[in-house]
């Protein structure tokens, strides 16, 4: 089953935000997530806010009616925000399968998207894809609305590993996938996961290997993470396949690290690479920098100026929440406190390859940065240079103790 939403207050049934959010509008960079939560099948690793057509029934949720859903709940954002939001600058079509919906649906989406708000004219617009989900015809109707990215989840070349991650696609149409955004003059970026029970060295070289053969523009690679409550953990639970084991999944982000430096992809977040500057997924960077956004669909979260909130989970409770205009889909939130922003801001920012400005940390941390070069974790000449905690391959391998040290943890 998808997993639990976060515990947090009550959010007001107008969804009307704290006027210290707003003011941060204006000087920050905007962008706009919208959750489409259908899937054919659902993936035995997966915990994401998902379902099959066949689970939802007929009480409000629907492929055909659900661009209609999410342009309501973009009127209740304009209202919210009004005439401090700025032109929005990213946004990113996730789920589920987004391409299970018409490509003239994601196009409404994203013209009510500009209609309310406006895009900026460099405006990086993605969504993401299934392989066997898309046509090129679908894709040109998604170029000509004004999308720029496609990242399609490829997970793995290797038949077998597919098989375990229950993935449903035909791995040569990744190929054709590829081939089809190209000539719709899309960006192209492809999903890797490794760890995989059952995936060896070479299956996973293999998967790098074809990937780049592709030449995308941007890769990102996941190690796989049993989830609880999801077919995999009650798989490892019973025996029936091995855990993911960490040792493995370090070896396998050295080689990748490795495969992808060398065929031309720059590292600049701990699970993504890009061929260029401009190649870097700019929405996720929003997320890592304290950027605003707003979550559009069931289960989706935003934040504007230090408030985050989610909306109700199941697709048939947010389709009846928007119908009633005015009234917000969201389930709870919380405003963060300074405490709160300076844990995320360290957590976040070290796993950029930017790094994070030695004078952000506290004294604690700063002690620490002592501590982590001598340990190799970071780069001393960088962060001396710099000014700045640089993660090496090493730390960024032991992220979570780099981070717990910076924090004052242990």
């Known amino acids: 089953m998808p997993s639990a939403l976060p515990d947090g207050d009550p959010a007001p049934a107008d969804g009307l935000l704290p006027e210290s959010a707003l003011a941060t509008l204006p000087s920050?960079?905007?962008?706009?997530?919208?959750?489409?939560?259908f899937c054919s099948v659902r993936c035995g690793y997966c915990d994401f806010n998902t379902y099959t057509l066949t689970e939802l029934g007929n009480d409000g949720a629907s492929v055909a009616t659900f661009a209609g859903a999410a342009v309501r709940e973009l009127d209740l954002a304009a209202s919210v925000l009004g005439d401090r939001a700025p032109e929005v600058q990213t946004v990113f079509v996730g789920g589920g399968t987004p391409?299970?919906?018409?490509?003239?649906?994601?196009?409404?989406?994203?013209?009510?998207?500009?209609?309310?708000?406006?895009?900026?004219?460099?405006?990086?617009?993605?969504?993401?894809?299934?392989?066997?989900?898309?046509?090129?015809?679908?894709?040109?109707?998604?170029?000509?609305?004004?999308f720029t990215r496609v990242s399609l989840g490829m997970q793995s070349a290797v038949p077998h590993v597919l098989r375990t991650l229950e993935r449903t696609h035909d791995p040569a149409n990744v190929a054709r996938a590829v081939d089809?955004?190209?000539?719709?003059?899309?960006?192209?970026?492809?999903?890797?996961?490794?760890?995989?029970?059952?995936?060896?060295?070479?299956?996973w070289r293999t998967s790098l290997r074809t990937a780049t053969d592709l030449a995308p523009d941007h890769v990102s690679a996941y190690a796989l993470v049993v989830e609880d409550g999801t077919k995999l953990a009650a798989q490892v639970r019973r025996g029936q396949v091995p855990a993911p084991e960490d040792d493995d999944e370090a070896a396998k982000y050295e080689i990748a690290d490795e495969h992808l430096t060398a065929a031309g992809f720059g590292w600049y977040e701990v699970s993504n690479w890009a061929t260029r500057e401009d190649a870097r997924c700019r929405h996720n960077d929003g997320y890592w920098a304290d950027g605003n956004w707003w979550g559009i669909g069931p289960g989706a979260h935003s934040?504007?100026?230090?408030?985050?909130?989610?909306?109700?989970?199941?697709?048939?409770?947010?389709?009846?929440?928007?119908?009633?205009?005015?009234?917000?889909?969201?389930?709870?939130?919380?405003?963060?406190?300074?405490?709160?922003?300076?844990d995320e801001r360290v957590l976040l920012g070290v796993r950029l390859v930017e790094g994070l400005p030695i004078d952000d940390l506290q004294p604690e941390g700063r002690?620490?940065?002592?501590?982590?070069?001598?340990d190799e974790l970071v780069d001393a000449a960088a962060a001396l240079r710099r000014q700045r905690v640089v993660l090496t391959r090493q730390g960024r391998l032991l992220a979570d103790t780099v981070v717990r040290r910076l924090l004052g943890l242990r």
């Open 28 to 37: 920050r960079p905007f962008g706009i997530y919208l959750h489409v939560p």
């Open 367 to 374: 002690t620490a940065v002592a501590g982590l070069i001598a």
């Open 180 to 203: 089809a955004a190209r000539s719709a003059g899309l960006q192209v970026s492809l999903d890797l996961i490794y760890g995989t029970p059952g995936e060896s060295l070479d299956d």
């Open 303 to 342: 934040h504007v100026g230090g408030v985050r909130w989610w909306n109700v989970k199941h697709p048939n409770a947010y389709a009846a929440r928007v119908a009633s205009p005015g009234t917000s889909p969201a389930h709870g939130r919380e405003t963060l406190t300074d405490e709160q922003r300076y």
């Open 99 to 146: 391409t299970m919906l018409a490509a003239a649906d994601l196009a409404s989406m994203l013209h009510g998207i500009r209609d309310r708000f406006g895009l900026a004219g460099d405006a990086e617009v993605t969504t993401e894809a299934n392989p066997d989900s898309v046509t090129p015809e679908g894709l040109r109707v998604l170029a000509d609305a004004g």
